[in-house]
């Protein structure tokens, strides 16, 4: 019997390609795998019969190997085709911001192309058509809940609308920039959230085992612990590692304090940076081992354990740690803020956000000046409070970082003499998780 030829590593994989509805008409779609990216084209057809019959030649034309793109020229300006805008923009605009931001823009627009349905670029750049679209999304246009949606979110979906057309008219595809009268939000707190207290920290920790398993608390408590005391971001803190290169990484250098390097693409305004390693979160680097300060710090075990079965994945990402630890919030009966019965929003419990704030709330309790904690948070404002906006350009009113261990030591602040004098404060103070600190 003739042996069968072993397959090439190098085989080609064919993509199935699906027939998905875009309001009006129909949409071939299918992962193209050398560009590793969903390739979208029109059928130009409302016809079922017909989408499929394009999908059935396109299957055919992809099996064999034939460049199955469209060529044909595209009509630019108002009577661009809608899906034509949406693949230009997506191709030259989207790839070139963050993955997250690139997902929530095409969603919001996805949504927008819902409630609207048009069919040329200049359907939805017309003033009467956005208005529409405003005044539907606040009444609750597809929503999930049945519900009208807050101020606040419909204001966020517009300006991605707006920023798709500006584009446009940047691209010469629109005579006009869109003109549109913002819906005004009420001048209220920004904050989703708030500071949880030691207490309710405390009740987070007790629930963590009932969440993730006796086997696999620890490596979450320790998690928490670091949101607790690093007033860092959940995707950051997942990127600080011993001796990674490109993450966020702890140094201590010889005579100065330590600090945290922070890499330009670890944060949200693309800025390399340095800012002080706070004592809290030094006293729990420090509790790992020297020999064990190797890859990364923080590597929450997987839920698995708790069932009895082996783990499926490698590290997780950030966005799923989240979700565990908001379930862990909710398991400990957190709520950070309560339920809105017009929007049918649900209360909201305690996320690793709230942990970042609880931090920034405990360095104010302690003294430290609101400007030096706009610095070590990289935020402009401090919570709810606009007199603690921190202006980049100004650096003689920001305060000094180095004064942060003084100033939990002392209660007051250094003067400018004794800051030039010494660099450092003869003793830093350390933080004990059931003293407090001292």
């Given at each position: 019997m003739a042996r069968k030829k072993p397959r090439s590593k190098s085989a080609r994989k064919i993509p199935k390609v699906r027939v998905v509805p875009r309001g009006r008409r129909y949409q071939l779609r299918y992962t193209c795998p050398i560009e590793k990216r969903e390739i979208r084209i029109s059928t130009g057809s409302s016809d079922r019969e017909e989408a499929e019959r394009q999908r059935v030649e396109l299957q055919a034309k992809l099996t064999l190997g034939i460049d199955a793109k469209p060529r044909a020229s595209k009509i630019v300006g108002p009577e661009m085709m809608w899906d034509d805008f949406r693949e230009e923009y997506r191709v030259l605009h989207l790839t070139t911001v963050r993955d997250s931001t690139a997902s929530h823009a095409e969603s919001r627009l996805d949504l927008a192309e819902r409630i609207l349905k048009p069919r040329t670029l200049g359907?939805?750049?017309?003033?009467?058509?956005?208005?529409?679209?405003?005044?539907?999304?606040?009444?609750?246009?597809?929503?999930?809940?049945?519900?009208?949606?807050?101020?606040?979110?419909?204001?966020?979906?517009?300006?991605?609308?707006?920023?798709?057309?500006?584009?446009?008219?940047?691209?010469?595809?629109?005579?006009?920039?869109?003109?549109?009268?913002?819906?005004?939000?009420?001048?209220?707190?920004?904050?989703?959230?708030?500071?949880?207290?030691?207490?309710?920290?405390?009740?987070?920790?007790?629930?963590?085992?009932?969440?993730?398993?006796?086997?696999?608390?620890?490596?979450?408590?320790?998690?928490?612990?670091?949101?607790?005391?690093?007033?860092?971001?959940?995707?950051?803190?997942?990127?600080?590692?011993?001796?990674?290169?490109?993450?966020?990484?702890?140094?201590?250098?010889?005579?100065?304090?330590?600090?945290?390097?922070?890499?330009?693409?670890?944060?949200?305004?693309?800025?390399?940076?340095?800012?002080?390693?706070?004592?809290?979160?030094?006293?729990?680097?420090?509790?790992?081992?020297?020999?064990?300060?190797?890859?990364?710090?923080?590597?929450?075990?997987?839920?698995?354990?708790?069932?009895?079965?082996?783990?499926?994945?490698?590290?997780?990402d950030a966005e799923w740690v989240g979700k565990v630890i908001a379930r862990i919030g909710k398991a400990a009966g957190i709520v950070v803020e309560a339920a809105d019965e017009r929007t049918g929003r649900p209360e909201k419990h305690a996320t690793a956000h709230d942990l970042r704030r609880s931090c920034g709330e405990r360095l104010r309790n302690a003294g430290v000046p609101p400007l030096v904690i706009c610095r070590v948070m990289r935020a402009l404002i401090l919570g709810d409070d606009p007199a603690t906006l921190c202006p980049r350009r100004c650096p003689a009113r920001r305060g000094s970082p180095d004064e942060i261990p003084y100033i939990m030591r002392s209660g007051k602040r250094q003067s400018p003499r004794n800051r030039l004098r010494r660099k450092r404060p003869p003793d830093v103070p350390r933080y004990n998780w059931e003293a407090g600190l001292t």
């Open positions: 359907d939805v750049a017309e003033p009467i058509a956005l208005q529409q679209l405003q005044a539907k999304l606040l009444a609750g246009a597809e929503s999930r809940r049945k519900k009208p949606r807050s101020a606040y979110t419909v204001r966020g979906y517009m300006n991605t609308v707006l920023a798709a057309l500006n584009w446009a008219h940047l691209q010469g595809w629109l005579p006009n920039a869109p003109k549109l009268r913002k819906i005004k939000t009420p001048k209220q707190k920004a904050m989703k959230g708030r500071p949880i207290k030691d207490v309710e920290f405390e009740r987070i920790l007790a629930a963590t085992a009932g969440v993730v398993g006796d086997e696999a608390a620890e490596s979450w408590k320790y998690i928490l612990r670091g949101l607790w005391a690093s007033a860092l971001r959940l995707d950051e803190l997942m990127h600080v590692s011993w001796d990674k290169p490109g993450t966020i990484r702890p140094v201590w250098p010889d005579g100065q304090l330590p600090v945290l390097e922070i890499p330009a693409a670890m944060q949200k305004n693309d800025t390399e940076e340095s800012i002080p390693l706070l004592p809290w979160f030094e006293t729990v680097l420090l509790e790992t081992p020297l020999q064990e300060r190797t890859g990364w710090v923080f590597n929450p075990l997987s839920l698995q354990l708790k069932m009895g079965r082996r783990a499926r994945h490698q590290r997780p």
